[in-house]
């Protein structure tokens, strides 16, 4: 407390946000005046617990069992010091992430919780997790909210120079406040850009992607710009992803235990449990990883996103791409995330499949080489599942598989399918008006 205390002072900060994020990923706050910061860190600020029944529009979810069915009552919500963060593109601003009690227990629906439990399942195992989320956007021009390039040519240099100065900013204030960006240019979409990041080691990961998404976001604000995770704001246009790359160690952090130089796939008798696990629980976990119904419409053959569940070495159009690279190097990629996921979720969705592999040691299936395609019926293992690609399908693989909902729990898995029946209300409705699309924009665009 003391040294926050002294950076507060030394930077001259005014206000500090509490922040917290909601089932889709959408960060929340209370903004302290800095006078007030260690009385509230202290004794905990009330806040409304109701906001994890929020859709993006801010409107009320029924059935989560955090609206009316507790009078929307406040939480004490208390900060991670360690998340404490000095924020160079606001104005004299810090923030910390908050985490709830309720009637004296953690509030157990709050997705950095539901990911630090994962975690700590993980821990238990002897294992600890290195990890990165790789988040696309998009980026428009605030006033005519159309794409800064028109191109459609991955990685390509001209593009960039339309860029130039919001990259410039993002480069100086990202590092600033934890995260150590690693590589950036763009993609295959029309204004669409990726920035990439280092991994990080346990909750501060997911704690760096929340940071990473909030600060795009702002940071675009401040070129007369809008920078989007929504997946897909056009039907024509490639689709935005979070892949999820990591990688098992010891509770140390010093020893993989994902490689082995032995193995044919690279991959350890662990690393092989871990990767049958995920696909095992794949269609169970596409709406965790892909939480709105516009996420889902990634899912579909020759989109560069996973059609179905299957593996791979270094291979791009599965679900699940192994990169063995040593012993120190190699990872697993979850490709089903979509930009629009929580990174908390993500994070203990991922979690919960793997683990459930290691614990049940679920063999390994047929993988696909790198010369196969996961999208063509030659090369797709027999009984290879389809991943949902609709939120009504998605909902019923997630309530039918016990591992993933035990593993995460009833409150949990409660709130957020009661959040996305609700949009698969909203959706039917504009559906029988003919407007989906304008309303997925709607719905999505400004605030994810």
Not at 2 to 11: A, G, W
Not at 248 to 267: E, Q
Not at 330 to 338: D, F, K, L, Q, S
Not at 390 to 415: Q, V
């Amino acid at each position: 407390m003391e040294l926050i205390k002294k950076r507060l002072q030394d930077n001259d900060i005014t206000s500090v946000r509490f922040e917290q994020s909601d089932m889709y990923g959408i960060p929340h706050c209370r903004s302290i005046p800095t006078r007030h910061f260690e009385r509230m860190a202290t004794k905990g600020v009330n806040i409304s617990m109701g906001f994890m029944a929020f859709d993006p529009k801010g409107q009320v979810a029924k059935n989560t069992g955090y609206g009316e069915e507790i009078h929307n009552a406040d939480c004490l919500a208390f900060p991670d010091l360690d998340t404490f963060q000095i924020l160079p593109w606001c104005t004299k601003t810090a923030r910390v992430l908050i985490e709830g009690v309720y009637n004296g227990e953690k509030v157990a629906v709050y997705p950095r919780v539901v990911a630090r439990r994962q975690l700590e399942r993980l821990e238990k195992h002897g294992l600890s997790l290195w990890s990165a989320h790789e988040h696309e956007f998009f980026v428009v021009k605030e006033d005519t909210l159309k794409p800064l390039h028109d191109q459609t040519n991955a990685i390509a240099v001209i593009p960039m120079a339309a860029y130039e100065s919001f990259f410039q900013q993002i480069l100086n204030d990202l590092p600033q406040a934890g995260v150590d960006v690693e590589c950036y240019g763009v993609e295959s979409g029309q204004g669409q850009l990726e920035i990439t990041y280092r991994p990080e080691f346990g909750i501060k990961a997911a704690d760096t992607a929340h940071t990473y998404k909030l600060g795009i976001k702002e940071i675009a604000v401040k070129h007369g710009l809008v920078a989007t995770f929504m997946s897909k704001p056009w039907p024509d246009v490639a689709g935005s992803s979070a892949h999820f790359c990591h990688s098992l160690w010891d509770v140390d952090g010093k020893v993989s235990k994902l490689y082995d130089a032995g193995s044919p796939t690279g991959l350890s008798e662990i690393g092989q449990h871990w990767v049958a696990g995920l696909l095992a629980h794949a269609r169970a976990i596409a709406v965790l990883m892909a939480p709105t119904t516009n996420c889902l419409k990634r899912f579909k053959r020759h989109s560069f996103a996973p059609w179905n569940a299957t593996w791979g070495p270094d291979n791009r159009t599965c679900a699940i791409r192994v990169k063995a690279n040593g012993k120190t190097g190699t990872y697993v990629e979850n490709r089903m995330g979509a930009s629009a996921c929580s990174p908390y979720i993500s994070m203990a969705a991922t979690i919960a499949a793997g683990l459930d592999g290691i614990i049940n040691k679920l063999p390994l299936p047929e993988g696909i080489d790198g010369a196969g395609d996961a999208y063509e019926e030659e090369y797709i293992p027999h009984g290879t599942q389809t991943l949902p690609d609709n939120m009504e399908e998605a909902i019923d693989a997630l309530l039918s598989d016990d591992a993933i909902t035990a593993a995460l729990g009833p409150e949990f898995i409660k709130c957020f399918v009661a959040t996305k029946r609700h949009e698969v209300k909203l959706e039917k409705e504009a559906i029988s008006k003919g407007t989906v699309e304008e309303w997925e924009r709607d719905y999505l665009f400004f605030i994810m």
